[in-house]
């Protein structure tokens, strides 16, 4: 979504690099190219006139000029604008004291607010929570339909009385969505759902008539929440939609859809600033996981190409195995063959994860890579599991037994050719190399990488450290007196080592008066 944008600015911050100090013109052009960028990037005008004022006022001052790197500070201070206008601080819903959470949805029709609903739903329940649907949108053709579909794959109960408009019968005069919304209400009271969500109908524009009946729900329901879905991609009519929005139904917060988009992305940047509404949540894709808590610093980051890893790791610890981690972690420190059972398993635990693309973009600088990553084929990783499972367990424990026909064999059964056979091997032979080489001490040409404890990290350092051995003479006369003058080395060796005992005093008469014992412990002394 954020991807011009997020070049624009990176390419601006590049001209600031290496300059020791900034005069005025190296601000102004700087402030011109992100205005520029914003611009371009379909943000609203009034709100590109504020940011920009704030970041020359910013760099002009003292933060900037005695700074050790003012460009870092630069950086920093666009991160920080960027951070404010996107709403400032994560928001979270407000949960009701008492009775169940009412939410309610609104915006334009073809937002997604329907599938928003499911998406809203399952996440609410993964937080423990035990929510309930309610079908309000009884206008739009097959809309109770859909939500009762999308209600049935993300395990939550849909209320829909009413079976709405149909494709063949666009009007049911008997069907009152205020009426719905408020047995939606009670039937949350009597079956203990401590969340209920209302679907209500969208708006192909801003139509009094249907804003009079959002409003009616509204004072309905009392709902705890107003959420407005606005789809990412509509660009500068954003604002003026969320406006009327605003004023008709008073909403609390903002869902952000469809930002995985290739559209510019300036609604996301205008309507929190101009309605001084926060963000809350944002849907990223098609699946009902595709949906995230919004985060303005995280999202500040990853279009100033600073990653956002936080984000990495959440989703990461939520769905990591900690058994098969903790299984892995052992067998490394005992230093165990990494072998294609283990491959497997992990290839299952990154799968878990979501998207390899996504995953990758969230990582600092990655929009570096952006073209590699775009022309990834995430059916890659099925190709490699294919290939996998095709092998028998003993294979999968020792590849090295895997010959030619083996080799057919499996590719055969994937469905691939023998040469991708054969590249998977290669490279799982030098991952298990590097795996092995990190467990006993460290890899070659990474210096200060100890190994794992008990795992042989000291034995190689000390290896290091030790006299190098002499080679041996190729000469037979030379090595025959080579031999002969090591045993009179080990001779005068041996003779010259102190007899005595190993822990006390080594050789000569011994006196235990010398020593300062308590009364009576000599006669322990053997002396």
Do not use: Y
């Amino acid at each position: 979504m954020f991807n011009s944008l997020s070049d624009r600015l990176t390419a601006t911050f590049k001209n600031l690099r290496g300059k020791g100090r900034l005069t005025e013109a190296d601000v102004d052009a700087t402030v011109r190219e992100i205005r520029r960028a914003l611009l371009d990037a379909d943000v609203a005008v009034p709100v590109v006139r504020e940011f920009t004022a704030r970041v020359r006022e910013r760099a002009l001052g003292a933060e900037v000029s005695g700074a050790l790197n003012p460009s870092q500070q630069i950086v920093k201070i666009v991160n920080e604008e960027l951070v404010e206008i996107l709403g400032g601080e994560t928001r979270r819903i407000r949960l009701a004291k008492n009775g169940p959470t009412i939410i309610m949805l609104a915006g334009l029709q073809g937002a997604g607010k329907t599938t928003l609903a499911g998406k809203l739903s399952k996440w609410l329940k993964s937080q423990g929570h035990s929510p309930l649907l309610v079908a309000c949108d009884l206008q739009r053709p097959n809309a109770v339909t859909q939500l009762q579909v999308v209600g049935q794959r993300a395990k939550v109960p849909v209320f829909a009385p009413h079976p709405g408009a149909t494709s063949s019968e666009l009007e049911h005069p008997a069907g009152d969505p205020v009426q719905v919304a408020r047995a939606g209400v009670e039937e949350a009271r009597q079956k203990l759902h401590d969340v209920v969500i209302v679907d209500t109908a969208g708006r192909l524009g801003v139509d009094a008539d249907m804003m009079e009946q959002a409003r009616q729900i509204r004072r309905a329901i009392v709902p705890n929440e107003v959420l407005f879905v606005i789809d990412s991609m509509i660009g500068q009519d954003a604002v003026n939609t969320a406006l009327a929005f605003d004023e008709g139904v008073n909403f609390t917060g903002i869902v952000l859809s469809k930002l995985d988009g290739d559209a510019r992305g300036g609604a996301a940047l205008s309507v929190a600033s101009v309605t001084g509404k926060p963000v809350m949540f944002a849907s990223t894709g098609e699946g009902l996981d595709d949906f995230e808590l919004f985060h303005p610093d995280r999202m500040a980051s990853r279009i100033l190409d600073m990653g956002d890893v936080l984000t990495l790791i959440e989703q990461a610890e939520k769905s990591w195995d900690k058994d098969e981690a903790a299984r892995m972690a052992k067998k490394f420190a005992d230093q165990e063959d990494f072998t294609l059972e283990d491959f497997l398993a992990q290839m299952q635990q990154i799968r878990n994860m979501g998207s390899m693309k996504k995953m990758l973009m969230m990582m600092p600088g990655a929009q570096n890579i952006r073209q590699q990553l775009e022309q990834f084929d995430e059916r890659e990783i099925d190709r490699v599991e294919a290939i996998v499972r095709s092998m028998t367990p003993h294979e999968r424990l020792a590849p090295k037994i895997i010959n030619g026909s083996r080799r057919a064999r499996i590719a055969r059964g994937s469905g691939v050719h023998v040469s991708e056979v054969n590249g998977l091997l290669e490279r799982f032979a030098q991952a298990q190399k590097m795996m092995k080489k990190m467990a006993q001490g460290g890899m070659p040409g990474m210096p200060g990488m100890p190994g794992m404890p008990g795992a042989g990290g000291g034995a190689r350092k000390n290896a290091k450290n030790a006299p190098k051995k002499k080679a041996k003479s190729g000469n037979p006369a030379k090595a025959a007196q080579e031999r002969k003058d090591a045993e009179a080395r080990r001779a005068n060796a041996a003779k010259a080592l102190p007899t005595g005992a190993a822990f006390g005093q080594q050789g000569g008469d011994f006196d235990p008066s010398q020593l300062n014992l308590p009364k009576g412990f000599d006669k322990f002394l053997g002396k």
